[in-house]
Nanobody, 128 residues
Framework: QVQLAESGGGTVQAGGSLRLTCTTS????????LGWFRRVPGKDHEGVGL????????TIADAMRGRVTISHDAKKNVLSLEVKDLTPEDTAVYYC?????????????????????WGQGTQVTVSS
């Protein structure tokens, strides 16, 4: 059973950076498509980045490219997200996701509803 748990949220000043982590329990066999999404109240989930759990091939959403680094430590089962140059528009609940269908990573699927496993989310607030 895959269980995801995010940590590292909080309040950050604009211009700063954040690092979130997600423990990916159960992602121990085979490859998974792991990802980060975020959601602002009243809006749909927005994709941030995807990465294959074993190959470490990452895809960053166009709107986030240049500010985001995503990585996965397969030995420690930890998925990480780093975002720099934060603005108040980055304020959201950030979620990590997992799905055993690697095609979701390889096709860069940003449709949140297709991902099977979700963490509980962690709030990030960027103050101006």
């Amino acid at each position: 059973q895959v269980q995801l748990a995010e940590s590292g949220g909080g309040t950050v000043q604009a211009g700063g950076s954040l690092r979130l982590t997600c423990t990916t329990s159960g992602v121990t066999r085979g490859d998974y498509c792991l990802g980060w999404f975020r959601r602002v109240p009243g809006k749909d989930h927005e994709g941030v980045g995807l990465i294959e759990s074993d190959a470490n091939r990452a895809t960053i959403a166009d709107a986030m490219r240049g500010r985001v680094t995503i990585s996965h430590d397969a030995k420690k089962n930890v998925l990480s997200l780093e975002v720099k140059d934060l603005t108040p528009e980055d304020t959201a609940v950030y979620y990590c996701t997992a799905d055993s269908r690697l095609v979701l990573c390889r096709m860069a699927s940003w449709k949140a509803s297709v991902y099977t496993y979700w963490g509980q989310g962690t709030q990030v607030t960027v103050s101006s």
